[in-house]
């Protein structure tokens, strides 16, 4: 990987939970090495009516993917966030790479000279 991904997170109108960012953090790192194509991380916790909130938004080389998660704890929220951002990137990761292979195995064969 040439340069690591600028990672922002916010915590809006809540107090800063610090193991909760070192969490996401770690995930944050971990998702980047494993999907090289990413330059930023936007995630934002905040209050819900009965929970909490976690919004992200991924953006890099044709990604854009952005994903939401809500759960009664904050780290539960955090956790399903980048459970499901983990997911997403994948489908999206894997629908740039095979899609153009699907695309070539739809053309017709092409024939090489005097054969």
């Given at each position: 990987?040439?340069?690591?991904?600028?990672?922002?997170?916010?915590f809006k109108d809540?107090?800063?939970?610090?193991?909760?960012?070192?969490?996401?953090?770690?995930?944050?790192?971990?998702?980047?090495?494993?999907?090289?194509?990413?330059?930023?991380?936007?995630?934002?916790?905040?209050?819900?009516?009965?929970?909490?909130?976690?919004?992200?938004?991924?953006?890099?080389?044709?990604?854009?993917?952005?994903?939401?998660?809500?759960?009664?704890?904050?780290?539960?929220?955090?956790?399903?966030?980048?459970?499901?951002?983990?997911?997403?990137?994948?489908?999206?990761?894997?629908?740039?790479?095979?899609?153009?292979?699907?695309?070539?195995?739809?053309?017709?064969?092409?024939?090489?000279?005097?054969?």
């Amino acid at each position: 990987m040439a340069t690591k991904p600028v990672v922002a997170i916010s915590f809006k109108d809540i107090a800063v939970n610090e193991s909760v960012r070192e969490t996401l953090d770690l995930a944050c790192a971990r998702l980047a090495e494993e999907f090289p194509e990413i330059t930023r991380f936007e995630l934002t916790l905040s209050p819900d009516g009965s929970g909490f909130a976690a919004h992200a938004h991924v953006t890099g080389r044709n990604t854009d993917v952005p994903t939401h998660a809500q759960a009664p704890e904050i780290g539960e929220a955090a956790h399903a966030l980048v459970d499901k951002l983990e997911r997403q990137l994948r489908k999206v990761h894997d629908k740039h790479i095979f899609s153009p292979r699907r695309d070539a195995q739809k053309d017709p064969a092409k024939r090489r000279n005097g054969e």
